[in-house]
């Protein structure tokens, strides 16, 4: 089997999972527990906290362990516009966010929130000064994703950052799932940040909300009081902990990988796009492990089944949201057209792809090209 789904998720490293094992059989103790086991249980998840501060050079902000980004992506909108409802009630965000960032915001509308979304260019960047024009007294939120999932562009998260230095009233949220080890982070001028474990080779179920000032949150989980009070409930300490493992190797791998998985990138993107037919959606400049292109007037998921049948895994979207609508939404938003967008395929890649594999990938595709000739819009 040749995996090229890493956007859906990854293999998780084999130390990553070791040490889960090994912290369930020694620390399985409730990390809250007043008990000397306790104690030490909790001691150890606080060393992975400040850990975890280092590998992201993190000075005032805090760390809340959550489930993943799903969990902190709604922790951190919900909380932010609630707390700052008093002095705004406008959200601005992209059409192209993941569904646990739209989602939570259309659940904010209901609650008497107005949203506006940045429009992309013609060629598919973001479009600043759209987004200069969106901002307003009655702006408090701006939430945007780093890497976008289905496309791999990468959003000008340190530009919205500066022209957001003149707004101090605006909260800026950023859904760093698919850059993080893939593309250096931006933390300056961000108040808070998401991160999923399993992306980079963790387990599901370990996630991170980072933010500044985090007594400004409106508490949205209530229980028990974990996690300074903002995300109740027992401490997943394994998770926790290997989950600071899993972000140390992808740091210290991040740009031998980066390199590699770009050079992977450019050869599948220069070998399928000489055929007839076939048309590059994703954007120079973008990530490195995410490769879209379509077979236009072919639907995609033909495609994605001839590959399957030939043991290559790829994608036709996001596999959290398996709607086409979604996948529609992020195409049409950054100008994709309709062939494009229904014939549309994507591969993501990771450390664990190899030459051997990117050349098996070019036979299948030739098999299936031929197969599918015919039907193609040339
Ligand atoms: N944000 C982006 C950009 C994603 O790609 C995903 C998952 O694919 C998420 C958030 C949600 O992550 P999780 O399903 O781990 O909560």
Known sequence: MIYFDNCAT????????????????????NAASPHEKGLETNQLQEEARSQIKNILKLDQQSIVFTSGATESNNMALTGMARAKKAFGRTIITTEIEHPSVLETIRGLEQEGFAVKYVKFKEDGAFDMDHFRGLLSPDVILVSVMHVNNVMGAVLPVAEIAEVLKRYPKVHFHVDCVQSFGKVPLVIDGVHSFSLSGHKFHGLKGQGLLVVNQLRNLAQTVYGGGQEYGFRSGTSNVAANVTLSKAMRLAMEEMEMQRARLYQFKQEIESFVKQYPGIQLNSQAGGAPHIVNFSFVGIKGEVIVNAFSRRGIMISTTSACSSKRAKLNETLTALHVDEATITGSVRLSLSK?????????????FKEIYSEVEELLNK
């Open 10 to 29: 990854t293999k998780p490293d084999a130390a990553v999972l070791s040490a889960f094992i090994k912290i369930n059989e020694t620390f399985y103790f």
């Open 352 to 364: 664990y792809n190899t030459v051997e594999e990117i050349e098996a990938f070019k036979e299948a």
